[in-house]
């Protein structure tokens, strides 16, 4: 008998370099590229619609940003065994999807070089005082003043995985103390570039010791919310929040009172509740904020990447290997 045709439906547009990638992987190995009916569907043109549920309906391997998917996906498949996302947060997707025997693999790990350095750029912002700078320029004034250093001073980061150990690492070079929490707290294997490992009911510990708090974690049940009013309060007065993570991991209207009240030095936020973050936002007028639009984890060759974690995890799954990073549906990531 010939081999079984694995269909693996792309829910995103992949250039042809990447397809060839995908496609080279396996000869049992059929790519459908659906990203088209999708885009026209999200518009409203339902002209392509019985070809994609067909497509779908076929389809045992899915591949794509999850903002991509198509609309009902649990209603429209049935073959589907796999589900490989361009992202590492699996926050949204549909509750059907978590909770049914559908395997899910992502992107975890690729990520921590570029996520690392926008977490370095904006300390260095705040320490440095570029906003300072920046609005002399602009005034065309002249104003010296003495920045101060990272080194010596203590970050906390929460979440230790490859995002928060990239982060750790750069840290420890500018000669920071890093302190970190972790699920197993200081049982699991020793990570040499971070000092002192709190377990999570320690969080108070951390916050009230640390000069800039990093949120580095997914976004589960567990860590929605997590940074409220009382962590806040908990923090120095003198100490900054940054958030590359998820914006739902923090209570937005908290931290916005945290910052005009000055309870907190300033924070750093590239996530946010709502994105796009709207006008009317507060947020836009602090002075003690540092913002950018939700790119920490972008960089120029990031499909190339997040490809081939695909085309790894694809070798795995026709092999029944186990995936490279896949979700684990218990801890949401």
């Known amino acids: 008998m010939p081999p079984e045709i ?20 396996s000869g049992r190995i059929r790519v459908d590229q659906v990203s088209s009916f999708i885009i ?25 940003w999850i903002h991509h998917f198509p609309r009902n996906l649990p209603e429209r498949v049935s073959r589907l065994k796999w589900i490989q996302t361009m992202t590492a947060g699996v926050d949204q997707l549909p509750a059907e999807i978590l909770n049914s025997g559908i395997r899910i693999s992502n992107t975890s790990g690729i990520h921590g070089a570029t996520m690392g350095e926008v977490v370095l750029e904006m300390m260095l912002m705040f320490v440095k005082d570029a906003p300072a700078c920046l609005q002399m320029k602009q005034e065309k004034q002249w104003r010296r003043y003495k920045p101060r250093l ?12 490859a995002v928060g ?7 420890k070079a500018f000669g920071m103390n890093v302190t970190g929490i972790r699920r197993s707290g200081g049982s699991g294997s020793p990570l ?6 709190f377990p999570p009911e320690q969080l108070p510990e951390l916050l009230a010791g640390s000069d800039f708090v990093v949120l580095a974690l997914p976004l589960t049940k567990e860590t929605r919310g997590l940074i409220g009013e009382k962590e806040l309060r908990g923090m120095k007065p003198g100490a900054y929040l940054i958030n590359v993570a998820r914006g739902a991991i923090v ?25 796009p973050l709207p006008p009317e936002s ?16 972008e960089m120029p060759d990031y499909e190339a990447r997040a490809t081939e974690v695909f085309c790894e995890n694809l070798k795995r799954y026709l092999a029944g290997e186990p995936f490279v990073h896949e979700v684990d549906r218990e801890k949401e990531y």
Request: aromatic share 4%; proline share 4%.
């Open 282 to 297: 507060r947020i836009y007028e602090l002075p003690n904020v540092i913002f950018s639009p939700h790119i920490s984890g």
């Open 40 to 64: 026209a569907e999200k518009k409203g043109d339902g002209a392509g619609k019985e070809q994609l549920d067909l497509l779908l309906r076929q389809a045992e391997v899915l591949y794509g």
């Open 251 to 275: 209570d937005e209207a908290a931290l916005i009172r945290a910052l005009e009240e000055k309870w907190i030095a300033g924070a750093g936020l590239d996530v946010f509740a709502r994105e």
């Open 6 to 25: 694995i269909r693996v439906v792309l829910t995103s547009p992949v250039d042809e370099q990447n397809l060839q990638k995908i496609e080279a992987v």
């Open 192 to 197: 040499p570039e971070v000092d002192r490992i």
């Open 165 to 171: 150990r990239e982060i750790a690492r750069l840290c």
């Open 150 to 161: 990272l080194r010596g001073q203590t970050v906390g980061i929460l979440g230790l995985g």
